[in-house]
């Protein structure tokens, strides 16, 4: 072949790609076809108001309504509410009102009512949520959270499709609380559980077609665990359309922001006089590197308790200090037993990030002995103050920094330093949000590590993959080039 037709050969071929691009951006979504998905594990709790996993916010996304949307470009959207509630009363209160027709896949109308229940569920003592910073601010959640009440005070239904919310303090981020997946209501979303036999390997999920925001596209989502390298495997021989993990697994690959972070909590009252040899050798670790050696996923060095990505251009997280000459003068005195230092038992990125203090702290004289513990473990011993250092790992749900602060604090030290975190941050964006968390992170006596995200990895033929600004998916919006063959 000659070099002129060799050149023709590849312009044709060029043109061609660039056609077949131009057809499937503007093609139509395509009803049909069964979209699988990898995941690190499976879900294992299908309760939108106890999930904090990515597999189970995942899960909940799919089967459960938002009240509100976060889109692409941060802005929020109605979902169950039929608009995005504006303040009253001075910002002490908000009317929500639910879209007319609403149902749970069952058919069972959705009002008003449900809306307040969501809420109160977040505040139960019988299966206690770490979500309760949803609903902290409304009037009336001090009483519920002791057990005092059985309904929460603040959140007055006015009819069958309107609700008031009035709150303790004046928080104008209400309506992003709106938009947690926590307050999502179950059965409500695109997909149901498909009926299944035997206890499977995969989570299959039928659409719903009452569904508030229409039928979904694909006519089956199958949910299944693979590790990194089975993940990516599985993606290449196209027996997967997504694969949801910190890796990259190939395909078009796109970075959810890095919004789980990672700490350390010092309980000084326990340490006594340790206390200050621990903090100053939690303050001498170099934050980004232990995030570039350490975070399986995305991640980026804190400065504070609140992530990165939602302070806009916050000063980036000092680097560690190393320790001065003579640096015997800063060794702790010798203890008569290890200090205890928790840390989850499913989060890797913590364990990692503990084996690294470990080492450190003994560099320092101070003997560590590592206690990975089971989450709700762990959230208990830090409420009742039974530990010395703490790693934990929290996923920031609420794309606003008065609401991350709340979160982060409500795991790390309890109900009421949440509220504190809130109202100390309301209305704060930027480097005024950054100071407010800096001192917050001084008060609660925690030392930021890092914040991590997680990749996505999809099959070309993969469509409607949109991750908003709070790094979530809408799962009824994926379909498929040509629809796929029927489930």
């Given at each position: 072949m000659s070099a002129r037709w060799r050149l023709a050969a590849v312009l044709c071929a060029l043109a061609a790609a660039l056609a077949a691009g131009t057809a499937h951006a503007g093609v139509r979504p395509a009803y049909g076809g069964t979209i699988r998905i990898a995941l690190p594990v499976l879900p294992r709790e299908r309760d939108p108001a106890l999930a904090s996993e990515p597999a189970d916010l995942l899960l909940a996304r799919a089967t459960a309504g938002q009240l509100l949307e976060v889109t692409e470009d941060g802005r929020?959207?109605?979902?169950?509410?039929?608009e995005v509630p504006v303040p009253e009363a001075g910002g002490l209160a908000f009317r929500l009102r639910v879209r007319a027709g609403s149902r749970t896949a069952s058919g069972a109308p959705l009002g008003a009512a449900d809306v307040a229940h969501a809420l109160e569920r977040l505040l139960s003592r019988a299966r206690p949520s770490p979500h309760a910073w949803v609903a902290l601010p409304i009037l009336g959640a001090d009483a519920l959270l002791a057990g005092r009440t059985a309904t929460l005070a603040g959140a007055q239904v006015l009819s069958p499709r309107e609700l008031l919310l009035r709150l303790a303090f004046p928080l104008p981020e209400l309506p992003w609380l709106l938009a947690s997946p926590a307050l999502a209501i179950p059965g409500a979303g695109a997909f149901v559980p498909a009926a299944s036999g035997a206890p499977s390997r995969s989570v299959e999920l039928a659409p719903n077609p009452?569904?508030?925001?229409?039928?979904?596209?694909?006519?089956?989502?199958?949910?299944?665990?693979?590790?990194?390298?089975?993940?990516?495997?599985?993606?290449?021989?196209g027996a997967l359309e997504l694969v949801v993990r910190p890796e990259a697994a190939g395909?078009?690959?796109?970075?959810?922001?890095?919004?789980?972070?990672?700490?350390?909590?010092?309980?000084?009252?326990?340490?006594?006089?340790?206390?200050?040899?621990?903090?100053?050798?939690?303050?001498?670790i170099d934050r980004a590197a232990l995030a570039r050696r350490f975070a399986r996923g995305p991640a980026v060095a804190l400065a504070t308790i609140v992530p990165p990505a939602l302070l806009g251009d916050?000063?980036?997280?000092?680097?560690?200090?190393?320790?001065?000459?003579?640096?015997?003068?800063?060794?702790?005195?010798?203890?008569?037993?290890?200090?205890?230092?928790?840390?989850p038992d499913d989060s890797p990125d913590a364990r990692a990030a503990a084996e690294r203090i470990q080492v450190t702290l003994f560099d320092r004289g101070l003997r560590a002995r590592l206690e990975p513990v089971p989450r709700a473990a762990l959230a208990s011993q830090l409420a009742a103050?039974?530990?010395?250092?703490?790693?934990l790992s929290v996923t920031v749900l609420a794309h606003r920094p008065a609401l991350a602060a709340g979160q982060v604090a409500l795991a790390v030290a309890g109900p009421d330093a949440a509220r504190r975190a809130m109202a100390l941050l309301a209305g704060k964006e930027g480097a005024s949000a950054q100071d407010a968390a800096a001192a917050l992170s001084a008060s609660l006596d925690v030392v930021p590590l890092f914040a991590t995200g997680l990749r996505v990895s999809a099959a070309p033929a993969l469509q409607g993959l949109a991750?908003?600004?709070?790094?979530?998916?809408?799962p009824g919006g994926l379909w498929l080039l040509g629809g796929g063959a029927p489930p």
């Open positions: 929020l959207a109605p979902g169950l509410l039929e009452g569904a508030a925001a229409g039928l979904p596209f694909a006519g089956r989502l199958v949910l299944v665990a693979a590790d990194a390298r089975g993940a990516a495997r599985l993606l290449e021989k395909g078009v690959v796109t970075a959810l922001p890095a919004l789980t972070v990672t700490l350390v909590a010092v309980n000084a009252q326990r340490l006594g006089d340790a206390a200050p040899a621990v903090r100053a050798a939690l303050a001498a916050p000063p980036p997280a000092p680097p560690g200090r190393p320790a001065p000459a003579g640096a015997s003068a800063a060794r702790a005195p010798a203890a008569a037993r290890p200090l205890r230092l928790l840390v103050r039974d530990h010395d250092v703490a790693v991750p908003g600004a709070d790094g979530a998916f809408d």
